[in-house]
């Protein structure tokens, strides 16, 4: 299965740059796995909030376009333990399942023709998490999930 994590704009810090690199390279091990950047809009000052989520969108549309499945980071979104993400992968591996996507969007969230082509929304905590952070806290969650299924000592050690 390959997993593709779909992000808006790049990451602007370098400790938030290099956990994401070093659970990217895990996650690796056990599966095709890719980051996809799309660019961050300019000009946003004076833009308003709902026209950056529409011009987000008709980037992130034709990317994420043809994936099997597609789930939205969101802070509405299903919430589950380590065990459960585990499992949630896990059966979707035992499937035959051939690709997914995980997506983060901007500052603001998702214009609302990205909900409707999603097949679910997850959200890692009740908090509310920025779109830069939330983004190695996932590839962590993502590694544990895959030592989980694989019965390694990582999630517990």
């Not at 779909?6 to 956990?19: D, M, Q, R, V």
């Not at 959200?123 to 590839?139: E, G, Y």
Request: glycine content about 6%; aromatic content about 10%.
């Amino acid at each position: 299965m390959k997993i593709t994590l779909f992000l808006i704009g790049k990451t602007n810090k370098e400790y938030i740059s290099e956990a994401i690199e070093e659970y990217a390279q895990r996650i690796e091990r056990y599966c095709k796995f890719e980051i996809k950047i799309l660019p961050e809009l300019k000009n946003t000052k004076a833009m308003p909030i709902q026209v950056q989520m529409q011009k987000e969108a008709e980037m992130l549309l034709p990317a994420i376009n043809g994936y099997q499945e597609i789930i939205l980071l969101d802070d509405k979104g299903k919430q589950f333990t380590s065990e459960e993400f585990a499992n949630f992968i896990s059966k979707r591996m035992v499937n035959g399942q051939r690709d997914m996507a995980f997506v983060v969007g901007g500052p603001w969230g998702f214009d609302a023709n990205v909900y409707k082509v999603a097949n679910s929304k997850l959200s890692l905590s009740k908090m509310t998490l920025s779109h830069q952070i939330i983004r190695p806290v996932f590839l962590e969650q993502l590694y544990r999930a895959f030592t989980i299924i694989n019965g390694e000592p990582y999630h517990h050690s």
